[in-house]
Each structure stands twice: as structure tokens, then as C-alpha cells.
């Protein structure tokens, strides 16, 4: 049998031309970004360090580290969320702020993640408010609530040493000076009462509201809130250069991760720890640092990229 160039034998007469190289080359990048979506960023966890002054003029050396959105399920590995706790420890925090959705669905994981949280050390204390998945399944378009779930985690969360805020504030003292600390039930809960939650605020003293949906910043407008710490979105968690986070809502797009100022007001959401489906794409998981020294200024409305702590590795899982 004569000697054929392998192109012949493949029905094309130029390699280089071959349509089925470059869709074989498209395959090739998608089959890689799908694999490093699901094995590897989903528990890339980085730690986003941001330092400013909380009120104009006044350098306050308080320290807060915040996760946000665990959704600790049955497939969530161990390993990972003992970094996160490990992570969060190592900065010796004054306070450890805890943003909702500690569990994915239902109430069987309840115990398992406030005992993994029961591990967080901070000086001041960790505070807690819940999340939509903390009251419910999830959906904007309808929630289905879960009896008493909230109240099942809320009594976990506490039994471990957490202090879970509904509706209220707390006055913390920290080297002779004093931090108001509010947190408000999630706004789809319909126990979401930032009035009641701020009836004591001092607008004298730094306040600091953890509030599990980014938009709650909307129903104190006219309040003193420093910042405002919230999560939710989880950044969207698939992230396209070219048509942005496509798994959030066009309304929400504008509240999808970073820091934002709405006139005296901060808003930090989030990007969480944790998932419900497992895959993250550029939106690592994030636990969020903050130091109030440093200049007060920040664009208007607009979502910073907030600096990571790069490079570090992926947690085997
Ligand atoms: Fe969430």
C-alpha cells in the first residue's frame, strides 16, 4: 500500500485548514475552563484585604473579617471549610462578622456547620445574622419556608458561642473606644426591621450593619451606616469578561461583589465561600478583611476589584 500523508487519510487536503482543528481546539478550552470551573476555583479560597478610614478623619485600628454564604450541604468537603475557619483565625480579628446562609437546603447540615463555626476565634466576639437559605430553600420568585428553620439555626449558631443578631445592636468596647454593631434578618424573611434593629443608634459612634441582602442597604437610607456588610450574590458566581456575572439579575449585576458607597454609606456584598451548584468561574470564593486606617475615598456606586491575596493554592478536596 502506497505511503499517504496523514491528511489524506483524514479526507483534507491541508491540516492547517482543517475546520475540525479549530473545533477541536474550541472543545479543548471549554472541556479545560469547565474543569477548572468545578475542581478547582470553587474552593480557591482568597482573602481580600480592604483598609480605610471608617468615618472621615478617623483612623480606628479595629479589625473585622466577614464570610459570608457557606451553603454547607452533605458534599461540601471538610477540609475546605477548615481552611476557611483556619484562614479567618490567622488574622486575629476584633470581631468575626457572619452573613447568612450557613446551609444549602433544609435542616439536616444545621449542627454540623455551627459546630465548624464554633471554631471561629475573633477578641471581641463573632456576630451573626441569617440568610434566605437560613429561613427557607431559596427564590426570589416565591420562598418556601421551612418551619422554625431559622430558629433551628439560629439556636446552633448560638450554642456555639455566636452571637446571632435579629433586629438589634450591640455596643462594642475595643481599647477605650466604642463600635455599634447592628445586624437585621434577611429581607426576604419577611422579619427584616432595620427601624427596630436601629431604634438605639448613637450617630456618634462607628456602626457597622451586617445585613444578608445587599439591597437592605436601601431601607436606611438617611441612617448612619459606616458600612455595611452583605453577601447574597456570590458574586454571581460565573464570571464572563464579555457579558459580566450571568447568573444575576440586571438589577442585581450592580450589587454583584465588591464595595460600593451610596453617599455617607458603605456597602461591601460578599462573593461567600461557599456554593449550592459547584462551579465558580473568576469569582473565587473570598473571606473579606478589613482595617479602618487609611484615606476614606472611594468612587461613588462603583464596584472595586477588590486586591487578592495572591498566589496561593486550591485546597484539595
Ligand atoms: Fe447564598
Not at 48 to 59: I, K, P, S, V, Y
Not at 98 to 124: F, M, P, Q
Not at 176 to 202: N, Y
Amino acid at each position: 500500500m502506497p505511503n499517504r500523508p496523514p491528511s489524506r487519510l483524514f479526507g483534507s487536503s491541508s491540516p492547517d485548514r482543517d475546520p475540525r482543528k479549530g473545533l477541536a481546539r474550541w472543545v479543548g478550552d471549554r472541556l479545560a475552563q469547565l474543569s477548572y470551573a468545578v475542581l478547582v476555583e470553587p474552593t480557591w479560597l482568597e482573602v481580600n484585604r480592604l483598609r480605610f478610614a471608617l468615618r472621615e478623619g478617623t483612623e480606628t485600628p479595629f479589625k473585622v473579617v466577614q464570610i459570608s454564604d457557606i451553603h454547607y450541604h452533605g458534599r461540601t468537603p471538610l477540609a475546605y471549610m477548615l481552611h476557611c475557619v483556619k484562614s479567618a483565625n490567622a488574622e486575629n480579628a476584633d470581631i468575626i462578622a457572619l452573613t447568612g446562609d450557613y446551609i444549602h437546603a433544609g435542616g439536616r447540615h444545621v449542627d454540623k456547620v455551627a459546630e465548624i463555626l464554633g471554631n471561629l476565634r475573633a477578641k471581641s466576639g463573632v456576630f451573626a445574622v441569617l440568610g434566605n437559605h437560613d429561613h427557607a430553600i431559596r427564590a426570589s420568585w416565591g420562598l418556601k419556608f421551612r418551619r422554625n428553620l431559622n430558629v433551628r439555626v439560629a439556636q446552633a449558631l448560638t450554642k456555639q458561642g455566636i452571637r446571632v443578631l435579629h433586629n438589634e445592636l450591640v455596643v462594642v468596647e475595643h481599647e477605650g473606644r466604642k463600635f455599634q454593631i447592628s445586624g437585621v434578618d434577611d429581607l426576604w424573611s419577611r422579619k427584616c426591621l432595620p427601624e427596630v434593629a436601629l431604634a438605639q443608634l448613637d450617630p456618634a459612634l462607628p456602626h457597622i450593619m451586617l445585613a444578608h441582602h445587599p439591597l437592605t442597604i436601601h431601607l436606611i437610607e438617611g441612617k448612619r451606616c459606616d458600612l455595611m456588610l452583605s453577601g447574597h450574590t456570590h458574586g454571581g458566581q460565573i464570571h464572563s469578561d464579555r457579558f459580566g456575572s450571568i447568573t444575576l439579575s440586571n438589577k442585581m449585576k450592580q450589587y454583584a461583589a465588591g464595595l460600593y458607597t451610596f453617599g455617607n454609606q458603605r456597602l461591601y456584598v460578599n462573593k461567600g465561600v461557599g456554593y449550592g451548584w459547584r462551579i465558580r468561574y473568576n469569582r473565587r470564593p473570598e473571606i473579606a478583611v478589613f482595617e479602618f486606617v487609611g484615606p476614606p475615598a472611594f468612587p461613588a456606586n462603583s464596584a472595586q476589584d477588590t486586591p487578592a491575596e495572591l498566589p496561593d493554592t486550591p485546597v484539595p478536596t
